[in-house]
C-alpha cells in the first residue's frame, strides 16, 4: 500500500514530476523507471518519493530532498542521465518544478 | 486528456495535497471535490492543478498560485471549509505541503 512519503519538519525540498507517457516501450520504461527510483532512494539527501500515473498515462511523481545540493547530485548522476536520450520515446511531454517546501501539514495530525 | 498545469516562469507556489481515499462516500466525494476543484480554478491567483488517483485510492493533487496570500484565501473559502468536517471519512491519511516554486523545466522546451 503507498503512503505519503514520511518527511521531516520543514524547509526540504520537493521535485514535482508531471508527464504524460506515449504508449511506447512499457517494459523499458518500467524496467529503467523501477531502477532508477532504487538508485534516487540510495543518493545522500533523499527523504521519500510519491509517484502515481493514471490509465491514460498521466503522472505526478513528487520526490524529496533535504537540500538543492542533494537535487543536483541526483540530476548528475550517471545512470540518471542514461535515461535521458529515451525522453522522446517516453514522454509525450513533462514538466519538472523545483520547490522549497515551507510548510507542511497533516491528517491525522501525528508526526511522521 | 490531462496536461501539466501552463504554469508562470517562476517563483510561484504550490499546494502538494498527497492522500489516501477510504472507501466511503464515493459519491459524495467526487461530488464535492468537483465542486472544490471548480471554486478553486475561480479564486484570485490559481495558476492550475494536476491531480491523478490510483485504484486503490492513493492520490496525488498539485495545486499552484501566484503568491502565498492566494493559498490563505483559498484556505478560509467558506466552501472550501465546508469540506473540513468530511474529513474522517473521505480520508485515511492524507500530508500538505505548501512549496515555493523555485525553478522549472520542460519537455518539449517550448514556453507554456
Redo the contacts between chains.
Sequence with gaps: ?????K?PA?PYY?V?F???RTKEDAAGYDATAGKLAELAASMPGFLGA?????A?G???T?SYWDS?EAIGNWKRNAQHQDAWPM??QW?D????????????????DIMP
Excluded: H, N, Q, W
Excluded at 50 to 54: G, L, Y
Excluded at 93 to 108: D, G, K, M, Q
Design positions: 500500500m503507498k503512503m505519503p512519503a518527511t520543514p520537493a514535482i508531471t508527464s504524460i510519491e509517484s502515481v500515473r493514471d491514460d498521466f503522472g505526478l513528487v538543492e525522453r522522446e514522454y511531454r513533462y514538466e519538472l518544478r523545483v520547490c522549497r517546501v515551507e510548510r507542511a501539514s497533516r491528517f491525522p
